[in-house]
């Protein structure tokens, strides 16, 4: 069952410019991971956050985290063309193990 | 290249036919997933594996039938399939099941169209 929305569904900016994402969920979770897809290929990981933690930083990514409000961001800074992409969320399912995915954020980077 | 191999890439079948998808990972991992994503849809979760055994099945017709005869090999057996399970499968593996959640590695897809 789906418990990850990303919000928006779609995004395009330009080269240089940062991308935001967001992500809300449904109920408690051990930790929150974002995943990158490019068209017609597989699923990437990107970052994975605990639930006590409120912010990690990997390369251009910084990914936060709100239990409170059950919501994560992805921020990724100084976009290139190469960061177009798909972008989904993904938590434990109520199992306790594997992960379910929202619909993804759509992302265009334009040179 | 991620450590997991999904054959064949694309695949066309008819509603009578009986085809299979393949999967191999090569990171010694124990659990193995298939994902099934349609367009406008989110990822759904159909079969979860751990040390060969199925541990999850999301009410997934029985037109599909998962397989794992070892830890590294998955395949999901298809027959008399729909239009409406056209879509991208996906395999997956992680090192292991944990409620601290894992790291899951896609493999690059099976493309399937039923015609």
């Known amino acids: 069952s789906q418990q990850g929305e990303e919000d928006p569904q779609a995004l395009s900016i330009q080269e240089g410019e940062n991308a935001t994402m967001n992500c809300s969920y449904k109920?408690?979770?051990?930790?929150l991971q974002w995943y990158r897809q490019n068209s017609g290929r597989g699923l990437v990981h990107l970052i994975l956050i605990r639930s006590n933690e409120r912010e990690k930083h990997s390369g251009r990514l910084r990914v936060t985290l709100d239990t409170s409000k059950k919501s994560s961001s992805l921020l990724i800074t100084a976009s290139r063309a190469a960061d177009t992409a798909s972008y989904f969320c993904a938590t434990n399912s109520n199992s306790g193990y594997a992960l379910n995915f929202g619909k993804g954020t759509s992302l265009l980077v334009t040179p | 290249e991620t450590g997991v191999t999904q054959t064949p890439r694309h695949l066309v079948m008819g509603m009578t036919n009986k085809k299979s998808l393949k999967c191999e990972q090569h990171l010694g991992h124990n659990a193995m997933y298939w994902y099934k994503q349609s367009a406008k849809k989110p990822l759904e979760l159909m079969f979860v594996?751990?040390?060969?055994?199925?541990?999850e099945n999301n009410s997934v017709p029985s037109r599909f039938s998962p397989e794992c005869p070892n830890s590294s090999h998955l395949f999901l057996h298809l027959h008399t399939l729909q239009p409406e399970d056209s879509a991208l499968y996906l395999c997956?593996?992680?090192?292991?099941?944990?409620?601290?959640?894992?790291?899951?590695?896609f493999g690059e897809g099976s493309w399937l169209t039923v015609v």
């Open positions: 594996y751990s040390l060969e055994e199925r541990v």
């Open positions: 997956a593996s992680s090192q292991d099941l944990s409620e601290a959640g894992n790291t899951i590695y």
């Open positions: 109920t408690s979770i051990n930790n």
